[in-house]
């Protein structure tokens, strides 16, 4: 009993294949009936594509606020030529937040350069379609 129902189930499948060989088969003449386009000239070139830098977020609690870091002191620090230090990186929070930021580059895997070739080819098109 096994043995013919083993023998239905793969008559099944087979008549599944050939449903869909038919019709691709039929088509294929049509999708390679395309002229080729002629190489007028080729070449390549080795290319070396460069990482992109992944800048780790702002995690942990927000930075207190001071005094110094209130609009009037800030807008004035801001217009200041020497550029002074931004007071609010040298509190606990401030200084907290520069080591996870340290902490989470050093962790992070690092994005390596993708060496690789670019090619080109210049064709002719004889034909009245347009080629993409």
Same mark, same amino acid.
């Given at each position: #009993?096994?043995?013919?129902?083993? +023998?239905?189930?793969?008559?099944?499948? #087979?008549?599944?294949? +050939?449903?869909? +060989? /038919?019709?691709?088969?039929?088509?294929? =003449? +049509?999708?390679?009936?395309?002229? =080729?386009?002629?190489?007028? &000239?080729?070449?390549?070139? =080795?290319?070396?594509?460069?990482?992109?830098?992944?800048?780790?977020?702002?995690?942990? =609690?927000? &930075?207190e606020?001071?005094?110094?870091?209130?609009?009037?002191?800030?807008?004035?620090?801001?217009? &200041?030529?020497?550029?002074?230090?931004?007071?609010?990186?040298?509190?606990?929070?401030? &200084?907290?937040? #520069? /080591?996870?930021?340290?902490?989470?580059?050093?962790?992070?895997?690092?994005?390596?350069?993708?060496p690789?070739? /670019?090619y080109?080819?210049?064709?002719?098109?004889?034909?009245?379609?347009?080629?993409?």
């Open positions: #009993m096994s043995v013919n129902t083993t +023998l239905y189930n793969s008559s099944i499948d #087979m008549n599944r294949a +050939l449903c869909i +060989l /038919i019709p691709v088969l039929a088509l294929a =003449p +049509l999708c390679f009936s395309q002229d =080729p386009l002629p190489v007028i &000239r080729s070449n390549w070139q =080795p290319s070396v594509q460069k990482a992109k830098s992944v800048e780790p977020g702002e995690t942990g =609690p927000a &930075r606020v001071i005094i110094d870091d209130t609009l009037g002191p800030r807008k004035a620090r801001e217009l &200041r030529t020497d550029h002074p230090d931004n007071p609010s990186d040298q509190t606990p929070d401030g &200084r907290r937040a #520069m /080591i996870e930021k340290n902490e989470q580059e050093a962790n992070a895997p690092k994005a390596r350069d993708t690789g070739f /670019i080109s080819a210049n064709v002719r098109n004889d034909g009245s379609n347009t080629v993409k």
